[in-house]
């Protein structure tokens, strides 16, 4: 069975201390990993998708990286409005579900 | 592009009743739709799998006569909670992929569903 596990649970950054969240997988032939970024009562909002290890991608203050076993979500010099809970999810080659981790809900003051 | 929306945002019914809930891909053609459910302060977990015009496949656990599923078009799916119990109360989410390999999921913004 896939399995996603993120960390911290929660982080609290004070505007301009970067910091990075951890996702944490097992899967049986990984066809893709995604972040998405989810706010209160809302839907996930995506935000990338990494597919082999190595690759990184960047977004504004966001920066994805990923090796065999785990992806960081790099937040650089964080504002107010990047508060919000981001979430990893993996996709087997063997199908096409997304299996969610928990979740980092990241809290950042000014 | 890829738009999802979902209808109602909210909705309050009494124990008993049926609701229903739509969800549109908006700008673009969704192969495959998924729903799920959220309850407070954990992560989404899968509910059912929907292909246009066929049925839909549903994960363990969860009850195909009490959720109904149905993808009438590329567009559209509806979830339908039958008889809704007060442990029914949810966040129930939609997202739509499109493209054979059903690749990046886009997700609607929820509806946050309270049965009394």
């Known amino acids: 069975e896939d399995q996603v596990t993120q960390s911290p649970e929660a982080l609290r950054l004070q505007e301009g201390e970067s910091s990075s969240l951890n996702c944490s997988y097992t899967?049986?032939?990984?066809?893709?990993l995604f972040w998405y970024r989810q706010d209160p009562g809302k839907g996930p909002e995506f935000l990338f998708t990494l597919y082999s290890a190595g690759e990184e991608k960047e977004k504004e203050r966001l920066k994805a990286t990923l090796t065999k076993k785990e992806s960081f979500l790099h937040i650089t010099a964080p504002k107010p409005e990047d508060s919000a809970t981001y979430l990893c999810?993996?996709?087997?080659?063997?199908?096409?579900?997304?299996?969610f981790g928990a979740g980092t809900t990241v809290t950042v003051r000014a | 592009g890829a738009v999802v929306s979902q209808h109602p945002s909210w909705v309050i019914c009494k124990s008993g009743t049926s609701v229903k809930i739509e969800c549109r891909s908006l700008?673009?053609?969704?192969?495959?739709m998924f729903w799920y459910r959220q309850f407070p302060k954990q992560s989404l977990m899968l509910m059912a799998t929907?292909?246009?015009?066929?049925?839909?496949?549903?994960e363990q656990g969860v009850e195909k006569d009490k959720f109904l599923i149905n993808h009438a078009s590329l567009t559209l799916s509806t979830l339908t909670v039958t008889s809704a119990h007060p442990e029914d109360s949810s966040f129930y989410i939609c997202?739509?992929?499109?493209?054979?390999?059903?690749?990046?999921?886009?997700f609607g913004p929820g509806t946050r569903l309270t049965v009394l």
């Open positions: 999810a993996v996709q087997a080659v063997v199908d096409y579900k997304l299996s």
């Open positions: 899967v049986s032939g990984l066809r893709g």
């Open positions: 929907s292909n246009e015009g066929s049925k839909a496949t549903y």
């Open positions: 700008d673009f053609q969704a192969t495959t």
């Open positions: 997202s739509a992929a499109a493209g054979e390999y059903v690749d990046t999921q886009y």
